[in-house]
């Protein structure tokens, strides 16, 4: 009789614990996923409405631009992070998912602090990553070969520094790397070795470099002088609904938009003075 | 009826609970077959329609050494070949093994027949230290001191073949010592005993008798190793580089199977080919543990043999 006992009691722990599972469910929580380079906005964002709106969660994960839009092409999840327009993805069915532009995001060309280059043109930086140029000596820099760094193919990061950098010329095939941090890192450690980041990741370890006489700051960006840029996007499966709703609104919100945004060192979608749509038209916002 | 007919045509409580416990472990077996056949089913799956859906040519596949999955070649067909990947893996794989067997056999017989107590007492803790520490220690190591290390004596960026075999080496050190003293333990004391009896010194001992009795032993222990090494993804991502790339020294960035995976597999999308490839080289991977396991077999039934 006592092992009857043991085999009950283990039932009833079992069921207290999924019970335990059910209340804890009671609120509302839905999921975001995908692009690093949006994740820490939107985890920032998620824990203060969280903490704003008691027994709502938004649980972000990241796992890169491919994901986010895969699982919410799939319907696993309620939010899809990108850096990628859908329609770029080889894969992903557009039309069921509805776009928000959360905020902008602006990539600059970032070298090691010993190379002393503050200017190259737009063409020598394709020539860069192209292999056409592998020594500085070629752009007015000491005599030391280049050391490329990529990120992961198909990384958002990736594919919007080659839409308007390499245009039509083939990157290199070179190192890659799947994190912002550890490219930043590389970058600093490394002589002659040239890489890509996020404006929100530049720090003192590495230097930028204007393209054409153009700073990459946040102003020459909203203008569109700056050329690398692109939208982050959240994508919902159909118009969302409930709290994705609710969440997508607070993010949209202006006071979200014109505190929190910037200072995250994400650009505000509001203060662009230009659109760009899929294929790359800009035209002029009045 | 009878109560001793009844008791000899009824099953008795030891009976019952033999069935019992036959029937768990039938349960237990038949789950962990159905696991495996249900993950070769799923990799295959995904990992075949490359070639079938995408019309992919297997022979291209494994020979050629451009990997951009997402971009078509001059003839219009996607590039994948993952030739590179396949030389990164092997490369580390067999310089790892090949650094790590000495040390390994070394060790092995400074616990066996050198110092047998402070062998246990001293290298069997810190090897199985060893195998307790988490990859990505390993990997974080690796890249905080070996990458600048390697960078410091040969220039380039450190990152390559050269770093991920000091890495592995470390990693695939404590299977391949703790099977290697196995080997030589489970040497029958006979064969010493004889081999001293017949005037031959301790050094002839180890190295004519001991070592040759426990080489199917040991190397069984470098094949574990090895399949250690060649599926390690963590640790090799953080120091190799990542560059798909045709290896043509150890100190430029390069891949393995698993680098590319990691990698890649985030940035890709279900269904697409760019995803499917990736589940090519998994499946790769799959037969190529598959083809380790098969070896270490090999090699058992070789060694029985030679009993």
């Known amino acids: ?286 | 009826m009878d109560p001793i007919k009844a008791s000899l045509l009824k099953k008795s409580r030891a009976a019952k609970s033999e069935t019992r416990g036959k029937l768990i472990s039938l349960f237990c077996i038949s789950l962990i077959v159905f696991i495996v056949l249900a993950i070769f089913y799923f990799v295959a799956s995904k990992g075949l329609a490359t070639f079938f859906k995408d019309k992919i040519n297997l022979g291209r596949f494994l020979t050629q050494s451009n990997w951009n999955p997402s971009l078509k070649d001059s003839h219009g067909r996607p590039e994948v070949g993952a030739l590179p990947m396949i030389m990164g893996s092997f490369g580390v794989t067999f310089l790892a093994a090949l650094l790590a067997t000495p040390f390994a056999i070394g060790a092995g017989i400074f616990m066996t027949e050198i110092s047998p107590k402070r062998g246990e007492k001293l290298l069997q803790p810190v090897m199985e230290l060893l195998v307790g520490i988490p990859s990505v220690v390993y990997g974080f190591i690796g890249l905080s001191v070996i990458v600048p290390a390697v960078r410091h004596l040969f220039g380039g960026s450190g990152f390559g073949i050269l770093a991920g075999t000091c890495v592995l080496f470390v990693m695939i050190l404590p299977t391949v010592t703790s099977m290697t003293v196995d080997a030589l333990k489970s040497v029958p004391r006979h064969y010493r005993e004889a081999s001293l009896a017949l005037g031959a010194t301790r050094w002839q001992t180890t190295w004519k008798v001991v070592l040759k009795a426990a080489t199917p032993g040991i190397l069984t222990g470098v094949v574990f190793g090895m399949a250690r090494a060649f599926g390690e993804a963590l640790a090799v991502q953080m120091v190799i580089g990542n560059a798909a790339l045709l290896p043509h020294n150890l100190i430029t960035p390069a891949s393995t199977l698993t680098s590319v995976l990691t990698m890649g597999i985030g940035n890709t999308v279900m269904g697409s080919l760019a995803n499917n490839a990736l589940w090519s080289l998994a499946l790769l991977l799959l037969l190529m543990s598959l083809l380790f396991n098969l070896l270490v077999r090999l090699i058992g039934r070789k060694g029985a043999m030679g009993r």
């Open chain 1, 1 to 286: 009789m006592r092992k009857r006992n043991v085999i009950s009691l283990l039932v009833t722990f079992s069921l207290l614990l999924l019970a335990g599972c059910q209340s804890k469910q009671n609120g509302q929580s839905v999921t975001a996923v995908g692009s690093s380079a949006l994740q820490p906005l939107i985890e920032a964002l998620a824990e203060q409405y969280s903490a704003d709106h008691s027994g709502q969660f938004i649980n972000v994960q990241g796992g890169g631009s491919g994901t986010g839009l895969s699982q919410i092409q799939s319907g696993a999840v309620q939010m899809g992070n990108s850096d990628l327009f859908a329609e770029e993805k080889a894969g992903i069915k557009a039309d069921k998912l509805v776009d928000h532009r959360v905020a902008v995001v602006g990539i600059t060309p970032v070298i090691n602090k010993q190379l002393g280059i503050k200017n190259l043109t737009l063409t020598q930086l394709a020539k860069i990553f192209s292999g056409e140029i592998d020594n500085w000596q070629d752009v007015g820099g000491p005599d030391q070969p280049v050391v490329l760094v990529n990120r992961a193919q198909g990384s958002g990061t990736r594919t919007t520094f080659e839409q308007w950098v390499m245009k039509s010329r083939k990157t290199k095939p070179a190192q890659e790397q799947d994190s912002t941090g550890m490219v930043r890192s590389i970058v600093a450690n490394t002589p002659g070795a040239i890489s890509y980041l996020a404006f929100s990741y530049v720090d003192d370890s590495i230097a930028m470099v204007k393209l054409n006489g153009i700073a990459p700051t946040d102003e020459n960006v909203m203008t569109n002088a700056w050329p690398i840029w692109s939208y982050e996007h959240v994508y919902t499966k159909g118009q969302p609904t409930g709290l994705t709703k609710r969440f997508l609104a607070y993010v949209l919100s202006d006071e979200v938009q014109h505190k929190q945004v910037g200072k995250m060192g994400y650009i505000p979608v509001a203060k662009m003075t230009v659109e760009r749509s899929v294929d790359g038209t800009i035209t002029k916002v009045k």
